[in-house]
């Protein structure tokens, strides 16, 4: 028996999600369409004035994202836990991190990235400028991660709960609120004729602490959850 | 003479040793609390600027500072639990949960009473209410996680988990909501820097020792009844004499 290397067990967990994911396509369209929903809600709600979208368009859209990625949390690990799969894994003679890892990478491909693709879609309906819409994707494409690898956690440690999808948002929100600040802090700084690359750096370090660290504590909510 | 400190870790002694501690904290935070209301409302002089309103801070400011202090203690209860697999580490933090989100509540909103006259609105977006704001949610959080996990095992260490990681978010989130706050509009109001008058700072003293008391009362009340709850099939609460009558 040859032991997989770490790099291919991280490639094999994300083929082996996304190749899931692929054969049910509708829970991945249903996170897009749910964000593209939010966030078309607002104008409706506050009134087309191009002004005030403009000046709402970068919180909206962090917003809208942060729901999202709560909605498909649920996902990142109970159709394994409901058919036994994750027993298996956390059984694995392999590093459990790098496993979940793998998952929060599949999962943020299938959630996170989506909506950075369609981001700027929604934000010309806001009437964001081309230079505001560049730091939009940039922020958004650091930041939605971090939201993918904080939710792993919430997700673990609320695996098999009644009213899971509640609790895990109660538990996760909180501590994504830096993540929401500096994302739409980036945009907003455009806008205000500064440099965006403060917020952008923060960003980039946030994502680099919880890529240390998020999917370790994952792992050991997992084996927490499951014992 | 050596204690022997692990003796007290074993739920079955520390119940009755809390038993008999409750009273010694108890008691002096009652009669603390009335010190320290009096001095506040009778002894310390009016503030020139504030006039009466600012004797709020004498509630909201021990209440502010326990909130904050209480999550951080209650992180390392849960640490305790998590790491040497001891019990009673995770039932104070259990118990330790609600009276931090009372505090934090408690200085929400007297800061809102207080924010009204002086600052003319209940909320303003600073950042520290929003921080503490924030700390509340954690505490709920942490508090509706254990609440929904049957298992108490796998409660304790997944809220000691949760405490965990919200304790290393605490010092982030303070700095990126006042970054935040920053970048978006100075703060137009600040404290005056005025140095504090003598009765003042007895009142505020006396206060935040009362209170601190309080949180030991009341968490030692809290987990004997953890205790009792957990323990109930065991020979010894069976043997109690609370429990015979």
């Given amino acids: 028996m040859n032991r997989l290397s770490l790099t291919s067990l991280l490639l094999l967990v994300i083929r082996r999600d996304l190749l899931l994911a692929m054969r049910r396509r509708a829970d991945v369209l249903t996170t897009l369409v749910f964000f593209v929903m939010v966030v078309s809600l607002f104008p409706l709600g506050i009134g087309p004035e191009a002004d005030t979208l403009r000046k709402i368009a970068p919180g909206v859209v962090w917003v809208a994202a942060l729901l999202a990625s709560m909605l498909s949390l649920g996902r990142m690990f109970s159709a394994d836990y409901l058919d036994g799969t994750l027993e298996q894994m956390l059984l694995v003679p392999q590093s459990l991190s790098m496993l979940v890892l793998g998952k929060i990478v599949a999962h943020w491909m299938l959630s996170g990235l989506p909506l950075v693709l369609i981001a700027p879609v929604l934000g010309l309906q806001f009437d964001m400028s081309a230079q505001a819409l560049w730091v939009l994707i940039a922020a958004l494409l650091l930041g939605t991660p971090v939201l993918s690898m904080i939710g792993a956690i919430g997700a673990a440690l609320t695996l098999g709960l009644r009213g899971g999808g509640v609790l895990v948002s109660l538990l996760v929100l909180p501590l994504c609120i830096p993540v929401l600040i500096f994302g739409a802090g980036a945009v907003e700084s455009v806008t205000t004729g500064m440099s965006a690359v403060s917020h952008l750096s923060l960003l980039g370090a946030m994502l680099m602490f919880s890529l240390v660290f998020t999917p370790w504590v994952s792992a050991q909510a997992l084996r927490i959850s499951m014992e | ?245």
């Fill in chain 2, 1 to 245: 003479m050596a204690i022997n400190w692990f003796k007290y870790s074993a739920p079955s002694t520390f119940y009755g040793l809390a038993g008999k501690l409750v009273p010694w904290f108890a008691w002096p935070a009652a009669l603390l609390f009335c010190v320290g209301l009096y001095i506040g409302f009778f002894v310390a002089p009016t503030d020139v600027v504030q006039g009466e309103a600012y004797r709020i801070i004498f509630i909201h400011v021990p209440a502010s500072i326990l909130s904050m202090f209480i999550y951080l203690i209650m992180a390392a209860y849960a640490a305790l639990g998590l790491i040497f697999n001891t019990r009673l580490s995770a039932m104070m933090a259990t118990a330790l949960a609600p009276t931090g989100a009372l505090f934090a509540f408690i200085s929400l909103w007297t800061g809102a009473l207080w924010g009204k006259p002086m600052w003319g609105a209940w909320w303003v977006w600073d950042a520290r209410l929003t921080s503490e704001l924030i700390l509340l949610f954690l505490y709920l959080g942490f508090i509706a996680l254990q609440a929904s996990i049957e298992d108490t095992r796998r409660a304790d260490r997944a809220g000691a988990l949760l405490a965990i990681v919200g304790s290393v978010n605490v010092p982030i989130i303070y700095f990126s909501v006042k970054w935040w706050n920053t970048l978006h509009q100075g703060s137009t109001i600040k404290f005056t820097g005025t140095s504090m008058h003598i009765a003042m700072q007895q009142a505020m003293f006396t206060m935040l020792v009362a209170c601190w008391l309080y949180v030991i009362a009341i968490s030692l009340v809290r987990v004997r009844s953890i205790i009792l709850e957990r323990e109930r099939n065991t020979q010894w609460v069976k043997e109690l004499a609370e429990i015979k009558q």
